[in-house]
Every structure is written in structure tokens, then in C-alpha cells.
């Protein structure tokens, strides 16, 4: 019989970026050793398991939580930015509580891929520091992450290695055309992207954007497509943002689709403007030119990481500088798009160390 893992992650809540981690996670891990036994912690259990073809766990139910590590080899935290008190000071004392739960068990936990911080609260970054220097590997998908870490006092081996995302493949081109059929887009037409969600000063957000794709629809003969990430959410502001533009040639995408089939339609956008972070690595694995509306500090870690410079602040964004990036980011789309490819392919060796590392502790208790 073969050893069980069970991963933690904000899983079971209809976000695209969220789903995607977990998706990696498990074809990767199954693809390099076909009899480990893989659960999860999820929102939604039967959901999970439906999907990914693990055992879920109520994440909120303290006994089946506390039985499901007992009865895991190991316990993986992660993907995902699960350590940080921007959202709430709840949010991280959860993920920490499960790694002391399973640390008290004498198992061995391994910090996978995350992204780390903002950590603002003192107490947090102390219980972040015991709880870290207790792991037995921490890989991390960006440099600002183990700064981060470093500065809080965390010690021990502590890797950069990338997004497990980026092992991800694309749903097939005759997919996308369905998908478009569906949603009434025209498929022969290029296309510039968009990605956006609710943040502070959002009604600034969705003006700017609105007008910048009526400016588009003036500038360039292209058609404009709203993708959202998060479901419901991501889709009203998207819905908003589409009426207010006036545009005829602006679509928003309705329905909610699987990982792969969202980096299909991505691949097909000759740029895309994005704030949500997995928006923008499901271009990077396409090599799609890209412009960050940078709205917390993971989405400049990645940019940082990608070498991309378009960026700008999600929350005071003007419309002239905004208008100006997409002009650049146009005129040099197709260098971008070579930079990108040789970029995601780095970035994809790095996805499968993860795993690599991963493996090779379980393999050592």
C-alpha cells in the first residue's frame, strides 16, 4: 500500500487560480509516483473529489481535519498565498494551526510553492516563525516570499522554485472554438484580455477600464473579452465594466469553465490585462503578452519574476498611463512573446521540483 499526503490549500471555493494549484498539484505528484494516496482540505468536499479524483475533507470540521492528518504520511501546505493576514488574521492562523496539528502528530509537513505575506500583525509574523522553523522544506514561487520569511526570522532550507501551475496544459483549440461558439465571440478575430476583480477604490477601476476599452475599440481593429477568475464576483464587476464601456465589440465570459479551458481562452488573446495573479501565470504558460494591474505584492513577485515591466497600480490606475501601456505592450508583443516562451519553460522545470523535493522527504520518513 502506498503512502497518503493530504493537502491544504483554499480549495472548494470557485476560484479559478485556487483549483488550478490544487489540479497541478495532484497530476504532478501521481505522475511521478502513480501509488501515493492524495486528499484534500476543501469548502466544498464532494466537489473535490469529483473533479480531481481525491478524498476531500471538510476543512471547517475540526474532527475530520484533525483525523485527516492523522491518517496522511505527510501533510502539504499549499499553493497559494495562504500566509498572509491582508485577507483576515483568521485566514492565517488556520493554515498555521493545521501545520502545528500535524507537527504535534510527528508528520512531516512541507511548505509547497507558496507565496508569502503581507504579514502585518506582530503576533501573526511570531506564530508564522515557530511554525515555519519547524517544517522539514519550504519552497516558495517567488523571491519577495522568502525575503519576507527571512526578515520574520525563518531559518532552514527555503528554495524559489515557481507556480505549480505552469505544468498545466491548455484545453484543445476545437474546446475554445466551442466555448466561443457558446458565448457568442467571434473566433477569427485577435483579441486583447481582460482580468479584473473588486479591490479598494473600485468604482476608479472600473471607469478607467471601461474607457481604456473604448479606446481600444477606437485604436485597434480588435474584439475585447472579460474573463473572470472568481465566481460570482469577478463576474459582476466584469458585467459592469463591459455596460459602462459601450463598446460593440466588447464580451464577457458568462459561464464558469475548468482550469484548462480558461488557459485556452487565454491562449487565444494576443495580450491580456489581469490583476488576479493566476490571470496572468495562465499567460505566462501561453506566452501571452501581459500588463499587471498590481493590487498586492504577489502580483509584483510574479512580474518581478517574469521579467515584465507593463505594470501598474491597480487602485490609483489612470487612464493615460494605462492607454499608453497597452501601446507599448502591442507594438512589442511579439518580443515579449519570445521572452515569454523561453521564460515558462525555466518556469516549468521549476513547477517539478516541487514535486522532486516533495517526494524525496516523504521518501525519507
Same mark, same amino acid.
Not at 177 to 196: R, T, Y
Not at 199 to 221: G, M, P, Q
Not at 230 to 243: F, G, K, N, T
Given at each position: ?48 473529489? %469529483?473533479?480531481? *479524483? =481525491?478524498?476531500?475533507? +471538510?476543512? #471547517?470540521?475540526?474532527?475530520? &481535519?484533525?483525523?485527516?492528518?492523522? !491518517? ?53 509574523k511570531i506564530l508564522t516563525r515557530k511554525a515555519l522553523n519547524n517544517v522539514d522544506l519550504i519552497t516558495l514561487r517567488d523571491y519577495n516570499s522568502k ?33 466561443? %461558439?457558446?458565448? *457568442? =465571440?467571434?473566433?477569427? +478575430?485577435? #483579441?486583447?484580455?481582460?482580468? &479584473?476583480?473588486?479591490?479598494?477604490? !473600485? ?152 514535486v522532486k523535493m516533495t517526494l524525496d522527504v516523504l521518501k525519507s520518513r
Amino acid at each position: 500500500m502506498g503512502k497518503s499526503v493530504i493537502i491544504s490549500g483554499y480549495y472548494g471555493f470557485d476560484n479559478s487560480g485556487d483549483d488550478a494549484i490544487l489540479k497541478a498539484i495532484v497530476k504532478d505528484l501521481r505522475k511521478m509516483n502513480s501509488n501515493l494516496n492524495i486528499s484534500a482540505f476543501s469548502n466544498n468536499p464532494q466537489s473535490t473529489e %469529483e473533479v480531481y *479524483g =481525491i478524498k476531500a475533507v +471538510n476543512r #471547517i470540521n475540526i474532527w475530520e &481535519v484533525f483525523k485527516g492528518i492523522y !491518517s496522511s504520511d505527510m501533510l502539504i501546505s499549499g499553493g497559494g498565498s495562504l500566509l498572509q493576514d491582508i485577507t483576515s488574521t483568521r485566514s492565517i492562523l488556520y493554515y498555521l494551526s493545521l501545520i502545528n496539528i500535524a507537527k504535534l502528530l510527528k508528520k512531516p509537513v512541507v511548505i509547497y510553492a507558496n507565496g508569502i505575506g503581507p504579514i502585518n500583525k506582530k503576533i501573526n509574523k511570531i506564530l508564522t516563525r515557530k511554525a515555519l522553523n519547524n517544517v522539514d522544506l519550504i519552497t516558495l514561487r517567488d523571491y519577495n516570499s522568502k525575503n519576507t520569511l527571512e526578515e520574520i526570522g525563518v531559518k532552514g532550507k527555503i528554495v524559489v522554485t515557481s507556480d505549480p501551475v505552469f505544468t498545466l496544459e491548455p484545453s484543445s483549440r476545437e474546446i475554445i472554438d466551442k466555448i466561443f %461558439e457558446e458565448e *457568442g =465571440i467571434p473566433k477569427d +478575430n485577435q #483579441i486583447i484580455g481582460i482580468s &479584473v476583480r473588486n479591490w479598494k477604490n !473600485s468604482k476608479n477601476l472600473v471607469d478607467v477600464v471601461s474607457k481604456a476599452i473604448e479606446y481600444i475599440d477606437s485604436t485597434y481593429d480588435v474584439k475585447t473579452v472579460l474573463i473572470p477568475m472568481h465566481y460570482p464576483e469577478d463576474l459582476d464587476i466584469s458585467m459592469e465594466i463591459a455596460q459602462k464601456s459601450n463598446s460593440p465589440n466588447c464580451y464577457v465570459i458568462k459561464n464558469k469553465y475548468s482550469v484548462e479551458d480558461m488557459m485556452g481562452i487565454i491562449d487565444r488573446f494576443e495580450l491580456i490585462i489581469a490583476m488576479r495573479l493566476h490571470s496572468l501565470i495562465y499567460a505566462a504558460a501561453q506566452a501571452v503578452p501581459m500588463i499587471g494591474l498590481v493590487y498586492d505584492p504577489k502580483v509584483d513577485g510574479l512580474l518581478e519574476v517574469l521579467e515584465v515591466y507593463a505594470k501598474c497600480d491597480a487602485e490609483n490606475v489612470e487612464l493615460i498611463e494605462l492607454c499608453s501601456l497597452i501601446d507599448k505592450t502591442w507594438k512589442e508583443r511579439a518580443s515579449i512573446k519570445k521572452s515569454l516562451n523561453i521564460k515558462k519553460e525555466e518556469l516549468r522545470e521549476k513547477a517539478l521540483d516541487n514535486v522532486k523535493m516533495t517526494l524525496d522527504v516523504l521518501k525519507s520518513r
